[in-house]
């Protein structure tokens, strides 16, 4: 004879199955669920990778618009690819998706560096001078008059070979530039109408939004202590002046003079007309640029200057259509270093224990010493291409038969 309380017992154990049961479906359930999304979320990575694959190849050449592509064509391994020109960078991003899932990336992409020269001279039947501590570390191209040792302030030189690299002849002119992008350079040079004021102190624009262009007005030429990030380009019709507290993370700026005070601190793109000055012991992150782009009607000698103590990572530079009696000068102080490229349509000026790590072209060098001012001479500066590092990547400003695009910092 079954006793009552058995029906009790048999009512929980069964609500006890029950409920396991329902436990295990919604386990498998979500742990389907999660199988799936991280099929899915892996299947994003490799399209997130072909996609990037894409961007940095030599037949991309959609620029500024987005382009979309179905990978397979089976409607579900879909891209959007956009590559824009940052400065004088390229910025590239990417994003996969699938249904409701989405994966995106953005990244800077530069030109591989294969040069092998420290120093380019134009050649103007000038040979090239050197004396003191001045060691050249990596191939030449000079002009055919050559290269040789000078005696200068009491000094000879006091290296064992003039150049420990090849030398080849240079050109009467320099290495060809990229006419289009100096062409849209200028142009935001001369940019400065209809566009809105700058409000904010800080602002951050991720490099998947639109650009953020602000025009100063002439009571914000000095940036004081403002904080930019991101997508953002400043244009002024007069001089902007960038102090040591200011932050600038990837920023543009289109002025016709730049002044940055000593002990600045980032990493940004300066374009000028007339005039860059960087004042002591400033630090410019890579990748940044700074050039002053000199128009053919102008008057006065565009000058770009690092200053004493100064840390320049990526590419200087000075450029003029025609050659002009005053041409432009790019002039670094003593104790400055270059990681990267100096590349001057006119004068290269140094001072004593300058180190250009990289590559540098000119038509003309400079030095200056409390005495004298000497034409094509070098003395106790540093020029190594072998001290550059490998994963350095150049602008597409520098014209190249064959480009080899690559990673250079990846961005948001």
Not at 229 to 253: C, E, F, P, Y
Not at 284 to 303: L, T
Not at 335 to 355: F, I, L
Not at 379 to 402: A, E, G
């Amino acid at each position: 004879m079954i006793k009552a309380g058995a029906l009790y017992i048999v009512v929980i154990v069964s609500l006890l199955i029950a409920m396991i049961s329902a436990s295990l479906l919604t386990i498998a359930f979500y742990y389907r669920q999660e199988v799936q999304k991280k099929a899915r979320f892996d299947k994003l990575l490799v399209n997130l990778e072909s996609g990037t694959a894409v961007l940095l190849s030599e037949g991309f050449n959609y620029y500024d618009e987005a382009k979309s592509v179905d990978l397979f064509e089976d409607q579900k391994d879909s891209l959007v690819l956009k590559k824009e020109l940052w400065g004088v960078y390229e910025l590239n991003t990417v994003k996969a998706f699938e249904a409701k899932d989405t994966l995106k990336r953005a990244f800077f992409s530069g030109d591989a560096f294969t040069d092998p020269n420290a120093i380019y001279l134009a050649d103007e039947d000038r040979p090239l001078s050197v004396s003191g501590t001045t060691k050249i570390t990596g191939d030449g191209q000079l002009p055919k008059s050559g290269l040789k040792q000078a005696y200068v302030e009491g000094k000879p030189y006091a290296g064992k070979e003039l150049i420990y690299g090849a030398i080849k002849n240079s050109d009467r002119g320099l290495p060809v530039l990229n006419d289009k992008l100096i062409q849209e350079i200028e142009a935001n040079l001369n940019t400065v109408e209809g566009l809105p004021f700058l409000v904010k102190d800080s602002i951050s624009c991720s490099f998947f939004n639109a650009v953020s262009i602000y025009k100063l007005a002439a009571t914000q030429m000095n940036l004081g202590s403002r904080k930019l990030k991101g997508k953002i380009i400043l244009v002024s019709d007069t001089t902007v002046n960038i102090d040591a507290d200011t932050r600038l993370d990837h920023v543009q700026i289109y002025a016709p003079a730049i002044i940055i005070a000593g002990g600045f601190k980032g990493s940004c793109q300066l374009f000028a007309r007339d005039s860059i000055i960087i004042g002591k012991n400033c630090v410019f992150d890579y990748p940044s640029f700074a050039g002053i782009f000199k128009p053919e009607e102008s008057k006065i000698q565009a000058k770009l200057s690092l200053g004493e103590g100064g840390r320049f990572s990526g590419v200087l530079f000075s450029y003029e259509k025609t050659r002009s009696p005053l041409q432009t000068i790019i002039s670094l102080a003593k104790s400055c270093k270059v990681n990267g490229e100096v590349y001057a349509t006119g004068y290269v000026k140094m001072e004593k224990t300058t180190a250009v790590y990289g590559k540098t072209s000119a038509k003309r060098f400079i030095m200056q010493t409390p005495t004298t001012l000497y034409e094509n001479y070098l003395i106790d500066i540093t020029l190594n291409r072998k001290m550059l590092s490998k994963y350095y990547l150049s602008s597409s400003i520098f014209k190249r038969d064959h480009r080899e695009q690559r990673i250079l910092r990846w961005l948001n």
